[in-house]
């Protein structure tokens, strides 16, 4: 599955995912916040991180792999 999570936070979905057993073969992070970011890679290192997500164009998404799910968080 991949995943695309937008204003990931600390990666809660990514979390969520893990508890439930799904296996996750590339998941992409939007965010800007530098501690959540940190807290993201320390947990789950294999994370993509994309950046802002107002920066996320067309351009990007077609260079990822078919989407199975999006995750929102919305900016707090």
């Given at each position: 599955?991949?995943v695309?999570s937008?204003c990931d936070?600390?990666?809660?979905?990514?979390?969520?995912?893990?508890?439930?057993?799904i296996?996750?073969?590339?998941?992409?992070?939007?965010?800007?916040d530098k501690?959540?970011?940190k807290?993201?890679q320390?947990?789950f290192?294999?994370?993509?991180q994309?950046?802002?997500?107002t920066?996320?164009d067309?351009?990007i998404l077609?260079?990822l792999p078919?989407i199975?799910?999006?995750?929102f968080?919305?900016p707090c």
């Amino acid at each position: 599955m991949n995943v695309l999570s937008l204003c990931d936070g600390m990666s809660c979905a990514q979390i969520a995912l893990k508890e439930l057993g799904i296996k996750v073969d590339n998941y992409y992070a939007s965010e800007i916040d530098k501690n959540a970011i940190k807290v993201t890679q320390e947990n789950f290192p294999h994370t993509i991180q994309l950046g802002d997500v107002t920066k996320i164009d067309e351009e990007i998404l077609k260079e990822l792999p078919r989407i199975d799910l999006v995750c929102f968080g919305s900016p707090c």
